[in-house]
């Protein structure tokens, strides 16, 4: 996911489960909880992006897989 003016770079990054579902609550506050007119110049990245993402990590944390 990149962001306004940020490039496609992408990150390895390992998270704990309890980590990764702080996360997921943190994002899913912003994403429904926050009435921003200007999301993405406060946030840094479209809610639609956001919301994409918000989707992936809660695929991640429900694949019994994963576990």
Excluded: Q, W
């Excluded at 704990?16 to 990245?45: K, Q």
């Amino acid at each position: 996911m990149a962001g306004k003016g940020a490039s496609a770079e992408s990150f390895d990054l390992s998270f704990s489960r309890d980590e990764l579902v702080a996360i997921n609550n943190s994002l899913a506050y912003v994403c429904h909880a926050i009435a921003l007119p200007e999301f993405s110049t406060v946030i840094g990245v479209e809610r639609a992006d956001a919301l994409k993402l918000l989707r992936r990590l809660g695929a991640r944390l429900s694949d019994p897989a994963a576990r």
